[in-house]
């Protein structure tokens, strides 16, 4: 089965707000993940990653969070903007470091 | 444009034909990976290649599928005899290969969506 998957499958997020999607791991071996942006139509978008040796990483106006010890990540968008609709993935190379294991996606919808 | 291209973007086809997919990656990139992605699911792996050789292949990747790489550089993805079951995004990616996770990222192409009557 999937190693990662998302808390909830779609999130309505008023633009200019800021935006938090939640991830779960199931293998605490598990030490490096990626989040995807898949705008429709086109395939995923590598938007950030982070290894277990760090807590926080942040982006251009992206912060990824992980808590190892209940095994969990989140991505958070700040000042969400309309191109910011799209689904999000988390990804874990699982094992590995070629083979990618998404979850089911969660898929962010920004209001004006 | 110099990402991972796919052909053809979209594909309608009758059931028992057979499907031809093209992937041109990045150039001199050595990994080439092919996923397929159904309707409000995330992508799941099929295949990689290392160059020409292919290295892995997913148990979803039935006796109908096959895929090649024969210079190390596009890569085709037949579909024989096809069903209602086979309906998809298939995405390609690829990436440098370096060993490793890091600095291993994988660029995703637009995918072809596969439509089968």
């Known amino acids: 089965g999937e190693s990662v998957g998302l808390h909830l499958p779609t999130l309505s997020v008023q633009e200019g707000d800021n935006s938090i999607i939640n991830c779960a791991y199931s293998n605490s071996a598990s030490d490096y993940f990626i989040w995807y942006k898949q705008e429709s139509g086109k395939g995923p978008q590598f938007i950030i990653d982070i290894r277990s040796n760090m807590d926080k990483r942040q982006g251009q106006r992206v912060t990824v969070l992980l808590n190892k010890t209940v095994k969990h990540l989140s991505l958070q968008i700040a000042a969400t903007q309309p191109g910011d609709s799209a689904v999000y993935f988390c990804a874990d190379p699982k094992y590995n470091d070629y083979k990618l294991s998404f979850g089911a996606g969660t898929t962010v919808t920004v209001r004006a | 444009d110099t990402g991972v291209s796919q052909n053809p973007r979209h594909k309608i086809t009758k059931r028992g034909q057979n499907v031809t997919f093209r992937c041109d990656p990045i150039?001199?990139?050595?990994?080439l990976y092919w996923y397929r992605q159904t309707l409000g699911q995330g992508p799941e792996f099929l295949t990689y290649?290392?160059?020409?050789?292919?290295?892995?292949k997913s148990r979803l990747l039935s006796d109908r599928f096959s895929a090649e790489r024969p210079k190390g550089s596009f890569s085709t993805l037949e579909i024989q005899r096809t069903e209602q079951g086979d309906s998809a995004m298939y995405l390609c990616?690829?990436?440098?290969?370096?060993?490793?996770?890091?600095?291993?990222?994988?660029?995703f192409g637009p995918g072809t969506r596969l439509t089968v009557l």
């Open positions: 150039s001199e990139h050595n990994r």
């Open positions: 990616a690829s990436s440098v290969g370096t060993s490793g996770k890091l600095g291993n990222e994988q660029f």
């Open positions: 290649f290392q160059n020409e050789a292919q290295l892995e």
